[in-house]
Structures are given as C-alpha cells and as structure tokens.
C-alpha cells in the first residue's frame, strides 16, 4: 500500500440508546456518530441547513469530531442530505458544515477535564494521530482561531472569492444527470440565513449509532483477494455485464467515437475495481478518514476535478481532502419513516489552515463532492 497519511475507518457501534456511554461525562459535540441530530460546540448557533432544491430541513449523516494535532481547538465536521427522492442527485442537496472551539474558552467548565478526553474512546487522537503539524494552530505560533487581519490573507480574500464565484456559476447547477456525465460537484457557498437558519419545520431524523475507529493498516494483513473477485462476479452477474469481454473489445474495429466511448468504460470499470479492492479489507467501513491524503473515487472523477475545487472563502487557502462518506452507511440509515439517501461516495475538502474567525457563531460551510452509485450508471 502506497506510503501517505495514515487512513482511519469509521464503523458503525452501538446505537446510542438513553444515557450516552461512558456516563456522559464527555461533551454531545466531541461524540462520533451517525445519523441523530447534530450537536453543536459551545460558541456555535444552533443552525438547521435546508435544501438548496426543496427547502426543506436536512437530515444529518456523519458528525465528525475531528481535532487537528497540536492545535488548539476543538474541530467538529457535521454532514447534511435531503432525503427527499426529487433531490437524489443534485449537489445542492448536500451541505458540510465544520466548526471550531478554542480549549482556552472551555476553562472554568470543569464538566470535562483533560484526563476524561484522554479516556474517551472518541478522541482527537483517534482521528489524527500523525497528522502534519499545521503551522498556524501550533502552540508556539498564533493560532488557526485568528481574525483575517492576522493572517494576513485580506488579497487572497479577494482573489480567491472570485475565483470562487466564477467556478461555482459554472457548477452549481451540475447534478449527476447533467453536464460532464459524469460525479456531482457541491460548491461553496456562504451560509445564508434562509437557507441555514432554524425555521418552521422539523428536521427529519436517522437512528443515531456511535462510530467507533480502527486503522486501516490493522486490516492489511487479511486482504482476501478471492472476497474481491467473488464481489466483482456478482456485480458482473448482476449487471448482466462480461468485463473481460467488454475491455477486449474496446478498441477492436470501432471507429474513433465509439473507442473513445469504450475506453472511458474500461476507465470507469478500472476505478470501481480499485475501490472495490480497496475496501474489501473492510467491507463495512461506513467513513474513511485521511487529512490530507488522498481520496477514493469510486468511479472517475472529472478530468479538471482539481481545479474546480473551490479555495476557502473566509482565508482564500486551499482546500483538501479529509474524509469521504462509503457505500455501506446508506443501508444503515434507519428511520421510524420511509427516509433514504442514495450516493456511492461522498468526499469531504476542508480549508488546509483550518481557519476560524475571531468570535465566530456560525458554522463554515466546506466542499463535498458526490458521487453516485455506480449500479446505477456505470453501464448505461
């Protein structure tokens, strides 16, 4: 396995029933969970994300407590998506809200002290454990959680926001039907008040689970190849689809279209089998989390993807990869009503600083990238 960033796996724990485990002692926010609503640190507002197609509230998927090393601050990741069947698809029905607490302001709340963080079996280290030292959040420097002037990024404000807005009016109509044939793109946007802000209506609500995290490298040793192939016959068998056959004659007496056409199959089919591959070591993984490495597309992602991926509105940094949502947490959200997201996986780009304003209250809406299920499209 190529060298990198460590990659950590999400998997589904003990629904979270009554009291939270370990006697409540660790703060909602600090929790990893699935589904359930979102809890939010101490200095955020409240905030009901609504769909960008509907209007109506989102459901949460993932709340990711997620703290960089060495950084003073407490970082929290919450995932949104409409689960109304009329937006399946559209990146304006997704939204991915990060959010950030100085420890300095959590003095005199002696409720959770340094010694229980340490014991929660959901702790910063989990997540990030080797992570690069960023800088701006090291103790010996001035922290992420600085006002803009500080950083000194008023120019690249300006230049990236631009950038920005050019980028996303090319894309924010995109959706998995349309242009490029290709993955959904969710732009950055800022968070507006009809569109954040907790208005009438309810959220709908998926049966929260705890998340519990394991290394990905702890499960390398028992790569079974043959779970692999046999999970390839079955999607061949269930698409009604000879792979071999398919890339045998791609280029075999077509003409240059129609190899152009196969080739970009024989692509897609490549990608699906890399991902395929991949978590076969750990088929239930539901999150796959990796700050600053690299993603796992499940099917090919468009050629300029890189550049289209929007630079932090509030500092102008870049953006990166951190986590990506998997296939296998949409059979287990569970709802007393008849709730569904369908996606094939969904990838999460955060501001590389990990910037905070000064005295902030409302969450800072990232990049997702979504990408659908490949049963649904691969061989249309």
């Known amino acids: 396995m190529a060298a990198g960033p460590p990659v950590l796996l999400g998997l589904r724990d003990a ?58 601050c407490h970082r929290l990741a919450n995932v949104f998506a409409c689960a109304g069947t009329g937006c399946a698809g ?10 950030q607490y100085l420890q300095t302001q959590e003095k005199g709340r002696q409720d959770y002290s340094v010694k229980q963080k340490q014991e929660s079996h959901f702790t910063a280290k989990d997540w990030c454990d080797q992570a690069d030292d960023w800088g ?6 001035t922290p992420a959680c600085t006002s803009l002037q500080l950083l000194g990024l008023n120019e690249a404000v300006s230049s990236s926001l631009s950038r920005e807005v050019e980028c996303a009016s090319q894309l924010q109509q995109l959706c998995l039907s349309e242009a490029m044939d290709s993955d959904s793109l969710n732009t950055h946007s800022p968070v507006s008040e009809e569109m954040v802000m907790e208005t009438s209506g309810s959220a709908p609500v998926f049966q929260p689970f705890y998340i519990s995290v394991v290394d990905e490298e702890d499960y390398t040793g028992f790569l079974d190849t043959d779970h692999e192939d046999r999970l390839l016959k079955e999607y061949q068998q ?6 071999e056959q398919l890339m045998s004659e791609s280029f075999a007496g077509e003409g240059d ?3 152009y056409e196969k080739s970009e199959v024989k692509s897609r089919d ?62 287990m959200l569970q709802s007393d009503s008849d709730l569904s997201v369908e996606f094939g ?21 990232e990049f997702i990238f979504v990408q659908e299920d490949p049963d649904q499209r691969l061989f249309k």
């Open 90 to 99: 559209d990146a304006r029905s997704w939204k991915v809200l990060r959010s």
């Open 257 to 259: 279209s129609e190899k």
């Open 136 to 141: 701006a959040c090291d103790g010996a420097e």
């Open 15 to 72: 629904a979270m029933v009554g009291p939270r485990r370990g006697g409540g002692q660790d703060p909602a926010w600090a929790t990893n969970k699935l589904g359930g609503s979102a809890d939010w640190v101490p200095s955020v507002r409240p905030n009901a994300p609504r769909c960008g197609v509907c209007g109506r509230p989102l459901a949460q998927l993932v709340q990711v407590y997620c703290p960089l090393e060495r950084a003073p």
């Open 345 to 365: 996986t969904a990838l999460v780009y955060t501001c590389e600083r990990s910037c905070w304003p000064t005295d902030h209250e409302t969450p800072l809406e």
């Open 270 to 331: 490549h990608t699906f089998h890399k991902f395929m591959k991949r978590i076969s070591v750990c088929p239930e993984q539901i999150l796959r989390y990796s700050w600053g490495g690299q993603p796992l597309f499940i099917t090919c992602p468009p050629a300029n993807f890189n550049k289209c991926i929007p630079a932090c509105s509030n500092c102008g940094s870049n953006r990166i990869f951190e986590f990506q949502l998997m296939p296998a947490l949409v059979s």
């Open 238 to 243: 269930r698409e009604g689809v000879d792979l």
